[in-house]
């Protein structure tokens, strides 16, 4: 089993917030089971990034699912890229979709969805949801867990 973390430049080290997402740099470390298809999941219920027009703060509980292939994300790295969204302008869409992207293009994982459960501004909860593809036969997807927006209904 490959448990090579030489290459990480975060894990076990204090590390500067990045300004932004562009400058955040995510790490990844080589998985375990390469070949198995189970899924990891990353949780996280206080993302935040600003409205690009107003610069008013935007929330969202987002969830990044994905059955990896030959590589894992670095946790640390992942909570500081997107922390790295609190200062950083862009629409509900784009940060949920670009978010997606980036672990792709880094990852080139089996499969991989993302949820951007946006809270209500003005009145109008936005969710956004994308995923690379159908997942493959036999692998457990749970569901999310986060119910649709009700407001006081």
């Keep these: 089993m490959n448990h ?3 290459g990480l430049t975060m894990l076990g080290r204090s590390t500067a917030q990045p300004g932004s997402p562009e400058e955040a740099v995510l790490e990844r470390v080589p998985n375990p089971h390469p070949g198995t298809h189970y899924v990891a999941r990353f949780t996280a219920p206080e993302f935040t990034s600003l409205c690009p027009i107003t610069a008013q703060p935007d929330f969202a509980h987002l969830v990044i699912d994905y059955i990896p292939g030959d590589w894992l994300v670095e946790s640390k790295s992942l909570k500081l890229y997107l922390t790295s969204f609190r200062n950083h302008g862009a629409f509900h869409e784009a940060c949920t979709v670009d978010i997606a992207k980036r672990l792709v293009e880094l990852l080139a994982p089996v499969w991989l969805r993302i949820g951007g459960y946006w809270y209500p501004r003005g009145g109008i909860p936005i969710d956004v949801f994308w995923q690379t593809g159908a997942p ?7 569901d999310q867990g986060v119910p649709p927006y009700r407001g006081r209904g």
């Design 136 to 142: 493959p036969t036999g692998a457990w997807i749970p």
């Design 4 to 6: 090579d973390v030489s």
